[in-house]
């Protein structure tokens, strides 16, 4: 085994203190840009408000792209407003949302720096976030990012990366953890065991997922389109289709299920610790229905994906 199942307990760490992050740039064609090297420190303010200072120092690779002009300190404050975090400005404007402990999504702009944006954290273990998002124009996008971050500690920083396989079939065919799923007030309705299995073979991967009280998933992608992936399946029973596309660790869906609900999924893979995360949101006729958060380790099953390939 890679390490036990993620125990939702653990993720109970805030976001609090000084963090090193280390965000990976795509071009909206999917293209690796370059790296952003962050240093993100949190002071709280009076009446639980929090200022956050961000260093930011984009690597010799996005000179003269959009990313250039991210380099140096951003300041902001973020207000709590229930499960809402309000950005006050001046860096950022906006706000986040929780869905439970350690885990946030974020939406608005960055008026100096030029563009929209939506992001999102996700504690993929006790001191490490995953974290990421886009930068716009309206709804052009800019540049996908993907991201890891883990506290300072010790006087010299020492970057946390991503690396290793983008495929979680490399890792293991068996995957085990957990699915929180929230209302969207950002009420925990429920957590419980997550387990899922891919098989892949020349034609591509299935993916079949379970969890007591969630929905029952099989997804099928066709991954013979070049930039793109190609999905059906099925979700509780009903067919479902959709689209897909990956920049690096990153991946992200949309699925249609029959007759009215949309589902948008990202996922972030970390290899290099055997983890997944992912954030899931469903939607029936254009109103929010609840968000799934979802944490899952690799099994030591990594053999077995060779045999099915091969079969």
Known sequence: MRGPAPDPAGYETRFDGTWLVS????SPSGEFSGVVRQTRQLESLDEGGTRVFQDCRPDAALEGGPMAAFRGEHVFDLHPDGHARRY???AVIGSGLTWGEGAMTGRGLWPLFGHNFTSFA???????????????NGTELVANIVGVA??????????????GSTDPCDLSVAWQGSLRRVAPDGSVRFETDLSRRYHRDTAGATLSEEAPGAEALRLV?????DDRVR???????????GLGKSYGWLTEMELCLQPNRIVEWMEVLDATRGRLVGLRRWWTDATLDHVDVLHLSATDEVEAVAKEGSA
């Open 88 to 90: 006050m400005g001046p």
């Open 221 to 225: 992608a066709d991954t013979s389109m």
């Open 231 to 241: 999905l059906s399946g099925s979700a509780a029973g009903a067919p479902l289709r």
């Open 150 to 163: 883990t506290p300072h500690a010790g006087p010299d920083p020492v970057w946390p990366e991503l690396g």
């Open 122 to 136: 996700v504690m993929s273990q006790p001191n490490l976030q995953l974290t990421g998002g886009k930068f716009l």
């Open 23 to 26: 965000e990976y740039v795509y």
